[in-house]
Every structure is written in structure tokens, then in C-alpha cells.
């Protein structure tokens, strides 16, 4: 149960040191002449010392003795032998768990005793865990993780390589063990993964690691960006049409736009369009066929669009309006919502509006729009999770995520959705790592990249945090060089685009294009 060897000590002066001015009343009790720490506190198989002070006359001592597992027998005795002896200790290594009463008695020449006990709590040992896992790979790379653990209660250990909860490399062992693993991840970003060991004493070591897989985004710098839009602004509309980003009113330091600008990526160049019908800020725009539609929106006076007006990008030519026309007129006003268009889903195609706020409250349910015969269908069934306005939107391969917004417009939301048009249900993923109000979001990839926004400590931010849709992990990107909030985002040719928004604690809307190169194998 122990293993125990003798030690002189340090002299009275240092072992008061260790604790005795705690005890000065048991100086001033006469035949209270022995003194011993009150606790000590080890792991199974530590080398521990117990110290004992004689108080009175160090001549006068006959014998130190020691009950070490509190049975009442004295395991040692050390005779002094007519030494001046005032401290002596006694190493112990414990090889058992558990709670024990140390008791130290000295015997003088004389034959009087005092005695005196000491509390030793013995915890078990946890597992110890070596492990080595690389920090960077390139794409296409296998690397061997191991881990080696020693454990006197070992049990199992396994490596888990996308660090989704479930071993992928497991084994039994009982005191000690190597792991070894192959990780080869596939494509670039951050992928995560972890070591678990337990043991019998339900001890639980998790080590989790992150590696970087490929070449991380990287913003580029001012002086190579492209060129600045003429007008600055935020929360405006936008769309990707030909190659080309559209960008459409929004609002600056004193009002509510009607100006369109286009930015050619192959010129670096930004050209007018024709002003829309009537000014308006937090709308939306999609593309589809030949035209650009633009969906929406807040007046400056605050009343809400429900029309839906189409840009001829070819002719620079607004569509006249109806508002009689149903095909051309929103069934609900609507602003802060979510679209996009899905033409190849269905030989008609259609585009699902979702989210947003109307009737004086955040909405859930989506409105349908389907282009062939043009016609708005509700569905009520299917809502989103958390029913929000003013979040970032995007679409992969036929799948719709919301990230951040507001419920009440006014507190950032970290709510993270995904619709699915199969089965038309939404599903609540891992939320974003920061609420936001307003960020900008773009796919490229498999990754969905989220550009500032309103937080819960400024109006704007620089964050940029990426969502990998392989891992379903998020990690945080570089920080924008700008912060911003209600800009938009697209990518283009394996660049990604960051246009306008409001600069913080000023009514500035930004001019300056911000590009990102994003998650990549290789330049």
C-alpha cells in the first residue's frame, strides 16, 4: 500500500515555515509539544513526506513512530539515540487511492507521549497522453497522427478524425498503449479532430486539434484593390449577373438611393446604370433569364415596397410597373428577408423569398414564386427555426443557409439555419460563433464565408468567420481590413467580393471594394 524510506529534515525554524505559525495554539498548551501539517494532498505512486516537530527539548526525545494506514500499529520508529533531534520526516508513496490518517507519536526519555495526525489524501493518477499531430498539410496529403498513453487503470482510447463525437480508430489497453492513425482530409480549410482516453477510474483526457489543410484566405491589400464605387453605401441590393455585380440604391449619410452601379471584374471598372423607378434601401436583388429583378425594400420615410421591379442589364432599362400586375407585386410587404432563385431545380423555375420582418414582427414562413405561370404560393409549414430579419444569406447546390440576423431588430441573433427544398424543412446547425446583425455572406467552395455585421459591442465589426460544409465546423478567418455591417458579398472566379456598407460610428457608407482570396490548394 506504500512504500516508505526515511529522511532527515530541515531544521525547526524552516518547518515552522511550513505552516506551524498557523498552530500557535497548540505552543501554548504545555504538554501539546508535537506539531504535523493538518493535510496532504498526492497521486498514487508520488513520493510524499510527512513531517513531525518534537516542541520541546530536542534532548529530551527518545522515539519518533509512525501509523501510516490508521490501523492503530505503528509501521516505523526512528530512535533517536541521545540526538539533539527536533523535526524528522517520513517519505510514503501511496500505491492505493483513498483518504488516510497519518498518526506521528513521540516518546520522550521520560516515557511521556504526544501524538499528533496528519489527513493524506491519495487521488488516483490520470492518464498521460503524448501525442503529435501536424498543424499544416497540403491538399491530397496523408499524415500519421499517434498518440501514446500510460495509465495504471488504462481502458480505451480511440482517435476520432472529424471530431464529430464518433472513435473512427479505437482500442483496449491496461497500463500502456500507442495509437496511430492515418488523417488524410479532403480539400481545403480547418479540419478539426481529437484523441480520447479513458481510463477505469472514469477519468477522460480529450485533446482536440486543428489543422490547416491548403492555403488559408487571405484579404488583399488596399493598394491592389479593385477599383472604389462612385457612391458609397449600405444595405443595398445586389446581384450577380454575367460575370458582372450589380449594385442597387441602399442608403449613405443623409439619403435613401435610387443609383445603380456595375463593377466589370475583367476591367476593374465601375459604369453607371440606369437609376431605379424609385429610391429604396434594404431590399433584395436576384438574376434570373435576362434581367435583374429587384425585390422591396424601405422608403426613406420608412413605408415598405411590395413591388418587384426588372432591370434589362443589355438595354440599361427599368421594366414599367403595374401595380395591378400580381406577377410584379410582392403578396406581403416585406423587408431584411432572404431569396434566392432556383431555376435549376424545375424546368420553370422559381425563387423563395424567407425570413424577414412584416406586420411589425420578424416572419418564419417562406413565400414561393414560381416564374412560369408567375405565380406567389405561401408555405406555412415548413418555418424557420428561429423566425429573424436582417441575416446573411447564400445558396450551395440547391440549399439555402441563413446565418445571424434579428429577431426583434434590434439584438444580434447567432441562429444558424439550412433549408432543404427536397423534403422543404429547415434545420438549426451549429450556430455562429459571434450574433450579428446585417453580415454579408458568400459560397465559394465548400465554404460559406460571413462578412461583418451589427454585434452586441459595435455597429459594425471586421469579423469574417467561415463555415466548412464538409465538417459542418465554423472557424474564424482573417479580419476584414474594414469593419463593416449591411455590405453584400459575392464570388467570382475563385475571389471573393465585398462591396459597400456601413462604416462604424459615422453615417459613411464605404466606396472601397474588399477582396478575399479564399480557401484554396494552391495559388
Same mark, same amino acid.
Given at each position: 500500500m506504500f512504500r516508505p524510506s526515511f529522511r532527515w529534515t530541515l531544521p525547526l525554524a524552516a518547518a515552522l515555515a511550513l505552516g506551524l505559525s498557523a498552530c500557535d495554539d497548540r505552543?501554548?498548551?504545555?504538554?501539546?509539544?508535537?506539531?504535523?501539517?493538518?493535510?496532504?494532498?498526492?497521486?498514487?505512486?508520488?513520493?510524499?513526506?510527512?513531517?513531525?516537530?518534537?516542541?520541546?527539548?530536542?534532548?529530551?526525545?527518545?522515539?519518533?513512530? =509512525? +501509523? %501510516?494506514?490508521?490501523? &492503530? $500499529?505503528?509501521?516505523?520508529?526512528?530512535?533517536?539515540?541521545? =540526538? +539533539? %533531534?527536533?523535526?524528522? &520526516? $517520513?517519505d510514503v508513496a501511496y500505491t492505493h487511492p483513498g483518504d488516510y490518517v497519518v498518526t506521528l507519536q513521540a516518546t520522550t526519555v521520560t516515557n511521556n507521549l504526544y501524538r499528533t495526525t496528519t489527513t493524506?489524501?491519495?487521488?488516483?493518477?490520470l492518464p498521460q497522453v503524448d501525442t503529435d499531430v501536424p498543424s499544416l498539410m497540403t491538399c491530397g496529403e496523408t499524415a500519421l497522427v499517434s498518440a501514446r498513453v500510460i495509465d495504471d487503470a488504462g481502458f480505451r482510447v480511440w482517435w476520432d478524425l472529424d471530431a464529430n463525437g464518433s472513435p473512427d480508430t479505437i482500442i483496449g489497453f491496461t497500463d500502456t498503449v500507442e495509437l496511430a492513425s492515418p488523417f488524410s482530409p479532403t480539400g481545403p480549410g480547418v479540419r478539426r479532430l481529437s484523441f480520447v482516453a479513458l481510463d477505469n477510474d472514469d477519468h477522460r483526457i480529450e485533446e482536440n486539434f486543428e489543422v490547416e489543410v491548403g492555403l488559408e484566405p487571405v484579404w488583399t491589400p488596399l493598394e491592389d484593390s479593385p477599383a472604389a464605387m462612385?457612391?458609397?453605401?449600405?444595405?443595398?441590393?445586389?446581384?450577380?449577373?454575367?460575370?458582372?455585380?450589380?449594385?442597387?440604391?441602399?442608403?449613405?449619410?443623409?439619403?435613401?438611393?435610387?443609383?445603380?452601379?456595375?463593377?466589370?471584374?475583367?476591367a476593374d471598372g465601375w459604369t453607371a446604370g440606369a437609376p431605379m423607378p424609385t429610391p429604396r434601401w434594404l431590399a433584395r436583388a436576384f438574376s434570373y433569364g435576362d434581367s435583374i429583378y429587384v425585390v422591396g425594400g424601405y422608403e426613406l420615410n420608412g413605408s415598405i415596397h411590395m413591388r418587384i421591379d426588372a432591370y434589362d442589364p443589355i438595354g440599361d432599362a427599368w421594366a414599367a410597373y403595374d401595380p395591378a400586375d400580381t406577377t410584379k407585386t410582392l403578396p406581403q410587404a416585406r423587408i431584411g428577408f432572404g431569396l434566392d432563385e432556383r431555376r435549376h431545380l424545375s424546368e420553370d423555375g422559381y425563387m423563395l423569398l424567407f425570413g424577414g420582418f412584416?406586420?411589425?414582427?420578424?416572419?418564419?414562413?417562406?413565400?414561393?414564386?414560381?416564374?412560369?405561370?408567375?405565380?406567389?404560393?405561401h408555405d406555412f409549414s415548413n418555418e424557420m427555426k428561429s423566425p429573424r430579419r436582417d441575416f446573411g444569406f447564400a445558396e450551395v447546390s440547391g440549399l439555402s443557409f441563413a446565418a445571424g440576423g434579428s429577431e426583434d431588430g434590434a439584438q444580434p441573433s447567432a441562429a444558424f439555419e439550412r433549408y432543404d427544398p427536397g423534403p422543404k424543412v429547415w434545420v438549426r446547425l451549429s450556430d455562429l460563433p459571434t450574433a450579428r446583425r446585417h453580415p454579408a455572406m458568400a459560397a465559394w467552395g465548400e465554404h460559406l464565408y460571413a462578412f461583418g455585421g451589427e454585434t452586441t459591442e459595435a455597429d459594425a465589426s471586421n469579423l469574417l468567420e467561415i463555415y466548412d460544409l464538409q465538417t459542418r465546423n465554423w472557424s474564424t478567418g482573417p479580419p476584414m481590413p474594414q469593419a463593416l455591417a449591411a455590405a453584400s458579398a459575392h464570388a467570382i472566379d475563385g475571389v471573393l467580393y465585398v462591396i459597400g456598407g456601413h462604416v462604424p460610428d459615422s453615417n459613411l457608407g464605404e466606396v472601397r471594394v474588399w477582396t478575399l482570396t479564399p480557401w484554396r490548394c494552391a495559388d
Open positions: 505552543v501554548t498548551v504545555p504538554e501539546a509539544l508535537i506539531w504535523a501539517p493538518e493535510q496532504i494532498s498526492a497521486t498514487i505512486d508520488d513520493s510524499i513526506t510527512v513531517y513531525g516537530v518534537y516542541l520541546g527539548d530536542g534532548t529530551d526525545l527518545a522515539r519518533f513512530s =509512525w +501509523d %501510516l494506514t490508521s490501523d &492503530g $500499529i505503528f509501521d516505523y520508529t526512528f530512535e533517536s539515540q541521545g =540526538w +539533539d %533531534l527536533d523535526t524528522l &520526516g $517520513i493524506v489524501r491519495i487521488t488516483d493518477r462612385e457612391e458609397g453605401r449600405w444595405a443595398h441590393a445586389s446581384a450577380l449577373h454575367q460575370g458582372k455585380i450589380y449594385v442597387f440604391g441602399g442608403r449613405n449619410r443623409v439619403d435613401v438611393l435610387d443609383s445603380v452601379e456595375i463593377y466589370d471584374p475583367d412584416s406586420a411589425g414582427e420578424a416572419q418564419g414562413f417562406s413565400m414561393k414564386y414560381k416564374f412560369q405561370p408567375g405565380t406567389w404560393t
